[in-house]
């Protein structure tokens, strides 16, 4: 299976400070990334749609402005916890779309804001 | 929006046992994927299966687009099977995978 590579796999960082997820796909080119949040004993949720080169599409009530996302290449998806709260705490995993079907996931990073 | 829903939520087995994951949804996909995610989080394709039987070893998963459903066989289950099974679907022309609730398997030993 391809391989997806999510950085860090766990963060805690101050309330009010801004912390980067990076997403990468190893050997494939990802022209679509996903980004889900997951809270404890639930399924995924879906956040956003990132296509390379152009503006992410957000989820009905989704911040954009708080969770930026950029995906600057074909390879690379960040997502950008802005002026993180405490209630951002969770887990949040991407995936890259390997052609137009299947779809890989990252390992999760875990983010604690405290 | 499309429904998916996945049965049952809660399963416990005897190692060695087998079991049967099922997954329905509301309307036509073009995508199903099933996943097992581990107990440290990583979701781990299992398969992608719109259509069709395929089998990996002990797993192996059945999909009946005409009825909307799909199913996932684990045979010889072992404690390493632990964890959440989810499955999966797109069924727009945007790619996006709706997913199931779903399913927490626990193997004892």
């Known amino acids: 299976g391809a391989v997806v590579s999510q950085h860090p796999s766990r963060v805690i960082c101050k309330s009010g400070t801004s912390v980067k997820i990076e997403c990468r796909s190893l050997?494939?080119?990802?022209?679509?990334m996903f980004w889900y949040r997951q809270f404890p004993k639930q399924s995924l949720m879906l956040m956003a749609t990132?296509?390379?080169?152009?503006?992410?599409?957000?989820e009905q009530g989704v911040e954009k402005d708080k969770f930026l996302i950029n995906h600057a290449s074909l390879t690379l998806s960040t997502l950008t916890v802005t002026s993180a709260h405490p209630e951002d705490s969770s887990f949040y995993i991407c995936?890259?779309?390997?052609?137009?079907?299947?779809?890989?996931f990252g390992q999760g990073t875990r983010l604690t804001v405290v | 929006g499309i429904q998916v829903e996945q049965s049952p939520p809660d399963l416990i087995l005897q190692e060695g046992a087998n079991s049967t994951l099922r997954c329905n949804f509301s309307?036509?996909?073009?995508?199903l994927q099933w996943f097992h995610q581990n107990p440290w989080g990583q979701l781990i394709n299992l398969f992608y299966?719109?259509?069709g039987t395929k089998q990996n070893g002990r797993l192996s998963a059945t999909t009946v687009a005409t009825e909307r459903y799909s199913l996932l066989y684990i045979s010889s289950s072992q404690t390493t099977d632990s964890g959440v099974y989810f499955c999966?679907?797109?069924?727009?022309?945007?790619?996006?995978?709706?997913f199931g609730k779903g399913i927490t398997l626990s193997v004892r030993p």
């Open positions: 995936s890259g779309l390997r052609g137009f079907s299947e779809a890989f």
């Open positions: 050997d494939f080119q990802a022209t679509t």
């Open positions: 990132s296509n390379e080169g152009s503006k992410a599409t957000y």
């Open positions: 309307d036509s996909v073009n995508n």
């Open positions: 299966i719109p259509s």
């Open positions: 999966a679907v797109e069924s727009g022309a945007n790619s996006k995978l709706t």
